[in-house]
């Protein structure tokens, strides 16, 4: 199976790195440097912080800014709606910016949340016995 690492620009990889430890990610620290922090998001995902000088690097133009329109929603799964009300209260508690109310659909129920350089994220809970049926 391949990893997948999604790299987001950050203004203070400071205030990043502790909203992401916030929410009960761990960074590898053998990964990070002053200019990147590796959240561990699963044993297959990892969210690389990165500096927003460090992020233009990457790119042959300019690199959009989150705060002003998010250019990705990045969405999870959780285990259960309560796990989706957590961790968007977590988000909240550490700084992140409210999205959208929760979504009750046929069988998902969403939360979402911007971290605090505005990058969108959804976090989704799936009735799976709904989705076998």
């Not at 992020?55 to 998010?70: M, V």
């Amino acid at each position: 199976m391949s990893m997948l690492f999604v790299k987001l620009p950050v203004r203070d990889l400071a205030t990043a790195r502790a909203f992401y430890e916030a929410l009960g990610f761990r960074i590898e620290e053998t990964s990070s440097d002053e200019g990147e922090a590796a959240v561990v998001l699963g044993d297959e995902l990892v969210l690389s912080l990165q500096t927003r000088e460090r992020f233009a690097a990457l790119l042959p133009g300019d690199a959009g800014d989150p705060a002003q329109a998010p250019t990705a929603v990045h969405a999870l799964t959780a285990d259960s709606r309560a796990e989706v009300d957590d961790l968007v209260g977590k988000a909240a508690a550490a700084g992140g910016r409210p999205g959208l109310p929760p979504r009750e659909e046929d069988a998902s129920y969403t939360g979402s949340f911007a971290d605090p350089d505005g990058n969108a994220w959804e976090i989704v809970w799936i009735d799976q016995l709904h989705v076998i049926n």
